[in-house]
């Protein structure tokens, strides 16, 4: 079973940027698909970028596009999310999820997970990003 640990949040002012790191343990990571969503505070948790472990395709919804970058790094086994020009709407917890594409194809499992959170399987804990106005 994959365990996930995300760490990098912290406090930035407007304009700053972070980079958040999830590191994948305890299963073959090229063969799930991996996620960063975000959670503000009264609101649901929402997923912004993906990637699968297998060949780095990239995945992002078209709020992320812009500002957010997800990147991959095999031999570490981590997943980074660069955000950049952060803006006070951006304070949130942010999570790391991930599914197994062993049974379902890698453009399926990213649309599921984006589209129902609540279904996925594996989260790390969260890490907090506050952005100061």
């Known amino acids: 079973e994959v365990q996930l640990q995300a760490s990098g949040g912290g406090l930035v002012q407007a304009g700053g940027f972070l980079r958040l790191s999830c590191t994948i343990s305890?299963?073959?990571?090229?063969?799930?698909?991996l996620g960063w969503f975000r959670q503000a505070p009264g609101q649901e948790r929402k997923g912004h970028l993906g990637?699968?472990?297998?060949?780095?395709?990239?995945y992002w919804t078209d709020s992320a596009k812009a500002r957010f970058t997800i990147a991959i790094d095999d031999a570490k086994k981590t997943v980074f999310l660069q955000l950049t020009s952060l803006k006070f709407k951006d304070t949130a917890v942010y999570y790391c999820?991930?599914?197994?594409?062993?049974?379902?194809?890698?453009?399926?499992?990213?649309?599921?997970?984006?589209?129902?959170?609540?279904?996925?399987?594996?989260w790390g804990e969260g890490t907090q990003v506050t952005v100061s106005s």
């Open positions: 999820a991930a599914e197994t594409t062993r049974m379902r194809d890698p453009d399926l499992t990213i649309g599921t997970m984006f589209r129902s959170p609540h279904a996925i399987n594996y």
């Open positions: 305890g299963d073959t990571f090229d063969e799930y698909a």
């Open positions: 990637i699968f472990g297998g060949d780095a395709r990239t």
